[in-house]
């Protein structure tokens, strides 16, 4: 008989485990003790379940980097007792947090599946229990041969399954809040589960799986519109200490021409900050050279974030600071992908 998986259930917190505060009528975290309560079936499911939750469960937009070191640590603490990991955060910054935790696994070989939901678990209409069911199943897939299916970070919602550093949350109220512009669902859920098993990473059990844990928050992300000041840009690159830009971009990466706005990113360069070229369209690529207006950024050594979404370039950013790597070497390894981020 072969041994069930077993899967290691972590929740932090977000709406899925919320219930609403009466007097304020605003919803509050809860413990995950209601969690489990509300959904029996979990008990059906051909795995064995174990859980763990942060002592006091977040909102998510109170994530920060200490909570993703947490969420890393649990992982690596049962690392080679479980077959698959699902991490239950808040929506609203579960793109950036499973960017980050896909960074900071090096040679994952496991799935590590986040989900949560846009109505709490206890209420009628909920979509928590589909999303936390089917997460769970995905984590517990195997090939005939016994291995998993999914070897990498991955983020379930609505039906599909998405490369976790690929996804924004783009709707605050729909039930499919999450999309994945520039690269196809990995799995899709309808009356099979079907993987698509040319999308997903290949993972190499012969290398060993590594926990990096330095992260650099000394980050800025400064988003051009129309008419934006120097006086505004001067000040966003003149923060003592500020070590890399995620400077968000028009269309394929263009910006403005002016002889100012140039020059300031020149000197920041020249203070050894990393400026990344990521477009604000939420599906297509950068590619300076392409227009007049991306030209002189490629002259001047910006980094070309290609069709990297901001939430993973600001993850990706983060731990390649970290690394504190050579100037050459960041510029390679930004430029290309190190959890299949890019193409
Ligand atoms: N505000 C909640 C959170 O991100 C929303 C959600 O869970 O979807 O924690």
Known sequence: MTKKTEILLIYTGGTIGM???????????????HLYKNIPEL????????????????????????????????IEKYYNLKDGFVVLTGSDTMAYTSSAISFMIENLTKPVIFTGSQLPIGDLRTDAKENLITAIQIASARKNNDEAIVTEVGLYFEYKLYRANRTTKINAEQFEAFTSANYPAIAESGVHLKFNTSFLLKSDINKKTLFRKKLNENIVILKLFPSITKQV???????????GVILETYGSGNAPTEEWFIRLLQEAIHKKIY????????????????????????K????????????????????????NIDKTDFKKHFESPLRGEMN
């Open 19 to 33: 219930v609403k505060d009466y007097k304020s009528n605003a919803l509050k975290t809860f413990n995950f003790n």
């Open 43 to 74: 008990k059906q499911l051909d795995c064995t379940i174990e859980t763990v939750s942060f002592d006091e469960p977040i909102d998510s937009s109170n994530m920060n980097v200490k909570y993703w070191i947490d969420i890393l640590e649990i």
């Open 233 to 243: 840009v001067q000040g966003i690159l003149e923060i003592p200490n500020l070590k």
């Open 275 to 298: 400026i990344v070229d990521v477009t604000q369209c939420v599906g297509g690529s950068v590619i300076l050279g392409q227009y007049e207006t991306s030209l002189q950024l490629q």
């Open 300 to 323: 001047i050594g910006l980094i070309n974030g290609k069709n990297i979404t901001t939430e993973s370039a600001i993850a990706k950013m983060m731990y390649l600071l970290g690394e």
